[in-house]
């Protein structure tokens, strides 16, 4: 199937060095809040790239559910398939791809856990089948049916009923620590905007234009 004629212009404003702030994770909140309100479903999803010790690449889509200074984080089985490259090998890549807006985020940086006591916080706030979903899954493991799935949920319920439900042990968040972050502005005849920030110590990053 010879697909070479899906393309489009990226019709946009651009992107000026004199219009970013500073600090990168700001310019990531208010590029964010601009995704949010422009209606894109889902845009705290982006793709997570893990690889094991070997340099075998992994992806997938995550869900961001926390930014601030410090990093980004998401959460997962501690088990699954992306966690154990974590442990493996704790570099990871994470890209946004808020296309409607001719936008990319990429980030690249080093993986830790965060604490039990974070996690227990944001596990408190997940709707109760969600909870109960972390409880009946082996994320990435093969199971032999649907219905085996099914029945792990009916017996977490059952487990249950009563009371709050508690975090497993097997799952918790994880922060992305970034040493780059870089901002895609897709721009006509494929000349894009690209603005890099790369860490230079503990309060200060260099921003630097890229060729598109």
């Not at 992994?58 to 997962?76: A, N, P, Q, Y």
């Not at 970034?178 to 790369?198: T, V």
């Not at 260099?206 to 060729?211: D, K």
Request: aromatic share 14%.
């Amino acid at each position: 199937m010879d697909i070479s004629d899906y393309r489009r212009e990226y019709m946009s404003l651009g992107l000026e060095r004199k219009t970013l702030v500073e600090d990168p994770f700001k310019q990531f909140e208010i590029w964010f809040t601009q995704a949010s309100k422009a209606g894109i479903q889902d845009p705290n999803a982006f793709s997570l790239a893990t690889s094991d010790k070997s340099g075998f690449p992994s992806v997938r889509t995550v869900l961001l559910k926390l930014f601030d200074e410090t990093g980004f984080v998401f959460f997962t089985n501690y088990g699954s398939k992306k966690s154990k490259q974590i442990q493996e090998n704790p570099q990871a890549a994470m890209l946004f791809p808020w296309l409607s807006l001719n936008r990319q985020v990429k980030i690249e940086g080093r993986c830790e856990k965060i604490s039990t006591a974070a996690s227990l916080k944001y596990f408190a706030t997940r709707p109760r089948g969600s909870q109960l979903g972390a409880w009946c899954s082996d994320q990435s493991e093969i199971i032999e049916s649907r219905s085996f799935l099914e029945q792990k949920y009916k017996e977490a319920t059952e487990k249950f009923k009563k009371g709050s439900i508690p975090l497993p042990n097997s799952w918790g968040g994880y922060r992305i620590i970034p040493s780059h972050i870089e901002f895609w502005q897709g721009r006509e005849n494929r000349l894009h905007d690209r603005f890099l920030y790369s860490k230079k110590d503990e309060l200060s990053w260099n921003i630097e234009r890229l060729a598109p």
